[in-house]
Every structure is written in structure tokens, then in C-alpha cells.
């Protein structure tokens, strides 16, 4: 892999503001990446698909406080700027967005972006406030970055169908591109908070792609009933001793409502917690075409 | 007045985008002019004033629903777009967004920009939902007409100090410009619910302006007792037989948070219901410099 030149690295929004309008002014397109850093090939490959549809990449890294629970891992989040830059650096990032807490939210901060349907199943019942973190943060980043496009990992399955409803109903000028779900070999799904888990949790935390690919298999033999399929995924979480399920859930694969029938493409999602540390994965869903009765 | 050449009306966000998109290439700034239609000479001086801050003049005439309550008058705004149209003409307005309410929120609408803290108290806590509403579709004009300025009227005082806060807070690239607030002769604020008055209303309704100026000429005298002036404006208002007072309140001119004593500069804010219809004002006290004691 080539090493490219070092990023700038900006760490208030009024010189990103006028650094992007200078881009834009040019007639160059901007793509941002939102990231709380600890970059893994996840992101990575977020970087590269950025770098691959706009003349300037913009790779923000910021831990964002107000998407965290009082009792979450805000303080604990891995935090490892000068690892981010070279990661950075390599993908062939232009920009880095860095500000620190106190920049980005006022102490008498009351402005919040809420998304209250797409956002209020699964990780949303959960982690009240997440999702409005998120969006408010996410809100910030693309007045601030001014993105023609912005890349997520569909690994957080929910917050990009959040962004992508927020950004209808805001009429933001943002694309958002969900990128594909980067996996380790043994198919864990790549995510900062994997180095939380220690050997026999990683070993164990292979069951939330076993369940997906179980579920996945169902529907290829035909299963269309919803509820069997959550046994189903429940049953392959329980079979690991140190793995609790936090939901195992099918839904309509956009607004997450719940499904009782597989007919369209449905989101087959799970969060569990292994040893402590909070994992979610999920896959979609389409059943294969079939005869239509005459 | 010179009748300018007609404005190129929009009423899709898409389109408007892009028109505005084309402004910004060809390097000229946008201010935006947020109405809800029914021009008086408050909205012509809005208009004016952008007219002289930006290039490109960009009016939007949406009466917005998301920003009435259940029991209020949306359906029975005034809504004239014919003479809307030559008020921006003669102003010189260059664009003008007029948007369909379905055209602007899918059935499915789910995002909300929330102030919670400007927008607590004076109409925020009769009105509920009123600043949600309107920070939302603020927020998505700005985002359909990306202006480089904005210009709202002094007249809806709290409204101003309520999205220059989200501004802040959602770092959005926009200056938000305070108009000061244009009076009949008797000294009424100007405004589109004007019209619902008869005359005996349209008579009574001048004890807004009479209460403030009350308030100011105590204040002038030596009135420190943020109290004593509330009971003052309460009982001018009492003159009125069908005037019902929904607040008077004196506070913090930035925050809005109220206060006990007249030190900086505060708010006397009025809402009164004149048979029937609800007309605000208000005025920015600021006690004269006195001698400081030794």
C-alpha cells in the first residue's frame, strides 16, 4: 500500500467551514467519513470507497459524548490519534477533522436533531438518547464538513437508516453511502470495541454471524415465519456461556418496524452482550422469488 | 417604488438546490427571507434589508404546519399568494420557494429539531410543539436554500434567539440577521394576524405597545424590580375589556430565562389575546449607566 501525504488535521469547525468552502469553490466534491477513530479495515474500506467518489476526503474523528449512556463506555472508548493518522494517511485522506469536546457542544448546548421512528426499535430501545446523539452530532459534521456524500458501515445497520431518514426529512444535500459489512476471518464483524473482548469472548462472539448465517439458511429452506427465526438466532446466542442476548429481532429492512412474515427484504439484527462487551451484527434478508399460485 | 422584474418561483427542494447551488458557483452570496406569505411592511423591510446584505434575495412562503397547535389557526392563515408575489417583485426579490406541505414532509416525517432550553419559557410554554415546528422547518430551508444569511424580524423575539441558538449549536453556516420590528402609526407591531382584528379589537390592541412603553419609562426612572414591572404591564393590559393577558414577563435578553432584578439588558415580552386573536411584542430594556457607588 502506497503511503500518501500526511492529512491536514483540523480541530475547530470555523476553519473547516471556510477549508471546504475553498474545496468546493474549486469545484471539487467533498466526501466525509464520520468516525469516533480507533480505525480499523472497517473504516478503512469506508475511507477508500470515499476516495473513490469525491475529489476531497474528509475523515472526522471525534468520540461523540451525547451518544453515549451515563453508564456506557464514553471514558473507556479507545482513543489512539496518532494510529488514526497514519491509518489516515494511507487510505489517502485529505482531511482530518479532530475537535475536541468542548468545541463542539457548548456547556449550555439545547439543540438536538431527533429521529423518533426508525431510531426507536433495537439499539434504540436500549440506549435512549443514542440516536438523538448520533443525529445531532452527525447534523453538526455535515454543516461543518458540507459533504457532497458521506460513507457509513451498514455494520451499524440502524444508524445508517436513521442518517438516510434524517436526511429526507431535513432536506440535507448529503448522499449517504452505506458501505459493506468488513469481517474478520472467522466472521466477526469488525468493530472498535472488539479489542474489549479477551480470547475465550472473542471465541464466543463468533456466534452472532453462526446465528445470521443460520437464519440466512432457513429462509433459503423456506422458513417465512418471523418468530421461528428469532428462536432460531436465540437459540444458536445461548448456546456460548458467556454470551447475553440484548435482541434478536427480523424487521423490515427500512423502517425497522417488526415483521411477522419474511416477504420482502427484511433486516435480520442482534445485539449481545459477550462478557460484558456489547456486540451487534445483521444481515438482510430477501427470500428467493417464488412461484406466484394461479 | 421601482416594480422590479418577477421572481423565478421553486416549489420543489430538489430544484431549488440546485438554483441556488448555481448562485454559490457563479460566487454570489444567498440571503434567505423565511415567510409565511401574507407580506405587510414587516416581512418588505425583512426583504429589504437582505436585498442589501446578499447578491441573490431568496423568499420562502410556507405556512408551516408542523409549527401550529392542534386548536390553532393553520387553516385559517392568510394565505394570498398573487399579492405575495408582487410584494417580492417590488422588493426585489430574486427567488422566490413556495412549497406544497406534502412536498415538504412525507406522511412518514420523523426528524424533529428540538431547542430545549430558549424555547422553554413566553410562548414556548403555551404553544407546545410551536418552536419544534419551527426549528425544524428552519432547518430544512436552510438546507434546500443553503443561504449565506438569514433575516428573521425582531418582532418574534423569542423565535430569533431560539434558532440563533440552533444555529450555534448545529453549527449551520448561515448568519442569522434581527430586523427591528416595524409598527403601525399607533405604535402595533406589525403582523399577518393583524387582519383578524375588528375594529374595537384593532383599538384595544394598541395596549402592547402602551404596557412596553410603560415598562421602558419605569426603567428609565429607576425600576430595578423585574416584579414591580410585570404587575405594570399586567394592569395596562387590564385596562383593555377583551384583553387577555397570556404573559408578561420580563428576561435575560439572551437566554430568556427570567430574571429578578434589571441589570444588563432584558426582554419585556408580551402575549395577549385580543378578542380572541393572539398578537406578541416586546422591547429590549437596558437600564442607563448609573454612578457606581464608592
Given at each position: 500500500m502506497t503511503v500518501r501525504s500526511e492529512p491536514e488535521v483540523i480541530d475547530e469547525p470555523a476553519p473547516m467551514q471556510r477549508r471546504?468552502?475553498?474545496?468546493?469553490?474549486?469545484?471539487?466534491?467533498?466526501?466525509l467519513v464520520p468516525t469516533m477513530g480507533a480505525l480499523h479495515e472497517g473504516h478503512r474500506s469506508l475511507i477508500r470507497l470515499a476516495r473513490q467518489r469525491a475529489d476531497t476526503v474528509v475523515v472526522s474523528i471525534f468520540v461523540n459524548p451525547t451518544q453515549f449512556g451515563p453508564d456506557e463506555d464514553y471514558e473507556h472508548y479507545p482513543r489512539d490519534f496518532e494510529r488514526d493518522m497514519a491509518a489516515c494517511a494511507e487510505e489517502g485522506t485529505d482531511l482530518v477533522f479532530h475537535p475536541d469536546p468542548g468545541t463542539l457542544y457548548a456547556p449550555d448546548h439545547s439543540t438536538w436533531v431527533d429521529e423518533t421512528s426508525v431510531s426507536a426499535p433495537l439499539c434504540g430501545s436500549g440506549r435512549p438518547g443514542h440516536f438523538r446523539g448520533v443525529c445531532t452530532v452527525v447534523a453538526k459534521l455535515f454543516h461543518i464538513c458540507a459533504p457532497d456524500l458521506a460513507v457509513f458501515g451498514r455494520k451499524d445497520a440502524q444508524q445508517l437508516r436513521v442518517i438516510r431518514r434524517m436526511v429526507r426529512d431535513l432536506n440535507m444535500p448529503v448522499e449517504v453511502i452505506g458501505a459493506p459489512i468488513v469481517r474478520e476471518q472467522d466472521?466477526?464483524?469488525?468493530?472498535?470495541?472488539?479489542r474489549y473482548l479477551d480470547p475465550s469472548a472473542r471465541r464466543q462472539a463468533r456466534c452472532l454471524r453462526r446465528a445470521l448465517d443460520r437464519a440466512a439458511e432457513a429462509v433459503r429452506q423456506g422458513q417465512r415465519d418471523a418468530e421461528?427465526?428469532?428462536?432460531?438466532?436465540t437459540g444458536v446466542?445461548?448456546?456460548?456461556?458467556?454470551?447475553?442476548l440484548e435482541y434478536a429481532e427480523i424487521v423490515d429492512g427500512e423502517t425497522l418496524e417488526s415483521v411477522d412474515r419474511i416477504e420482502g427484504t427484511v433486516l435480520a439484527a442482534l445485539a449481545v452482550r459477550i462478557a460484558g462487551t456489547r456486540l451487534i451484527d445483521s444481515e438482510e434478508l430477501t427470500p428467493d422469488e417464488e412461484e406466484s399460485p394461479d
Open positions: 471546504v468552502a475553498e474545496e468546493r469553490r474549486a469545484g471539487r466534491t467533498v466526501g466472521g466477526l464483524a469488525m468493530s472498535s470495541r472488539n421461528a427465526l428469532k428462536i432460531l438466532m446466542i445461548g448456546e456460548e456461556p458467556d454470551a447475553a
